[in-house]
């Protein structure tokens, strides 16, 4: 059948119609508008071979809404939307508005998160003796951890989310531009980041917990299958097992030789 696109006029022919629901989301091969597919009740109604699709209206997150970022409200609806009702946020979010909101909401927000999740790690540290030093030289210590904890954060999200959306692309899944995955990531990121304020189990929820909302997002936003967007989170995955296990091996190695080089000594 023929579709054709009710923003540019693009218009195209339409195979496996029979794989399209009422609430399937189509999107223009040209401007990427998204589009329903909505089966005519009558069939007498449509005219030949020839079915128009009606645009979906993008939903703005209360974020995008907010009237500074230290609208707590609007911050709080998003992150309870993000990360109790991710499917629907993420389906509906204006993926046309840019990075600026998702990108605030990571740097102020995200950062708020991973710097109390390493407060509670230091006064563990503190008060078993983990951690050396006097309180002033762990107060100096932890002053920079604050200050680079959103660069650090910028720059793992902008790199992680490179990487996915380079492999979307490999698997000609991505459907928008690279703003939506850094989108779904940030928002992601930012959300999960709080759950830094549970004492200590916070940390180890966290990064499971954004995992699940960055695959639920990414087959969202792309309208792409699970399994492709499975794949390109993975590899990341794959790339950071790589490199610790590469620091781990290379620590290893520096200490057989400082043992082989001992008993040389002692021969």
């Known amino acids: 059948m023929v579709i054709r696109c009710p923003n540019c006029k693009f218009t195209g022919?339409?195979?496996?119609?029979?794989?399209?629901?009422?609430?399937?989301?189509l999107y223009c091969p040209r401007c990427?508008?998204?589009?329903?597919?909505?089966?005519?009740e009558d069939p007498t109604a449509a005219s030949g071979a020839e079915a128009e699709l009606q645009t979906q209206?993008?939903?703005?997150?209360?974020?995008?809404?907010?009237?500074?970022?230290?609208?707590?409200?609007?911050?709080?609806?998003?992150?309870?939307?993000?990360?109790f009702h991710p499917a629907v946020t993420f389906t509906t979010l204006n993926y046309e508005a840019g990075i600026s909101s998702s990108l605030v909401y990571l740097l102020v927000y995200g950062s708020l998160g991973q710097i109390i999740g390493r407060y509670w790690f230091t006064l563990l540290g503190i008060r078993y003796g983990i951690l050396e030093g006097n309180a002033l030289s762990n107060t100096?210590?932890?002053?920079?951890?604050?200050?680079?904890?959103?660069?650090?954060?910028f720059?793992?999200?902008?790199?992680?989310?490179?990487?996915?959306?380079?492999?979307?692309?490999?698997?000609?899944?991505?459907?928008?531009?690279?703003?939506?995955t850094f989108q779904v990531m940030a928002y992601a990121s930012g959300a999960t980041s709080l759950v830094n304020v549970i004492p200590f189990v916070g940390r180890f929820i966290m990064p499971i917990w954004a995992l699940v909302l960055y695959f639920v997002g990414l087959v969202k936003?792309?309208?792409?299958?699970?399994?492709?967007?499975?794949?390109a989170l993975l590899l990341p995955l794959v790339l950071a097992g790589l490199f610790i296990t590469g620091?781990?091996?290379?620590?290893?190695?520096?200490?057989?030789?400082?043992?082989?080089?001992?008993?040389q000594q002692t021969l």
């Open 247 to 263: 620091i781990v091996l290379l620590h290893i190695a520096v200490h057989v030789l400082d043992f082989l080089e001992a008993i």
């Open 221 to 231: 936003a792309h309208q792409t299958s699970k399994t492709r967007v499975f794949f």
């Open 57 to 83: 209206p993008h939903h703005q997150v209360d974020w995008e809404a907010r009237t500074s970022w230290l609208d707590l409200i609007a911050f709080w609806r998003t992150s309870k939307n993000i990360l």
């Open 32 to 40: 990427q508008t998204p589009m329903s597919f909505a089966e005519p």
């Open 140 to 153: 100096i210590h932890f002053g920079g951890v604050v200050l680079l904890t959103p660069i650090v954060l």
């Open 155 to 180: 720059a793992s999200i902008l790199i992680v989310a490179g990487l996915v959306h380079l492999v979307l692309r490999i698997l000609l899944a991505s459907q928008r531009p690279f703003a939506a």
């Open 13 to 25: 022919a339409l195979r496996a119609k029979s794989r399209l629901a009422a609430d399937d989301v």
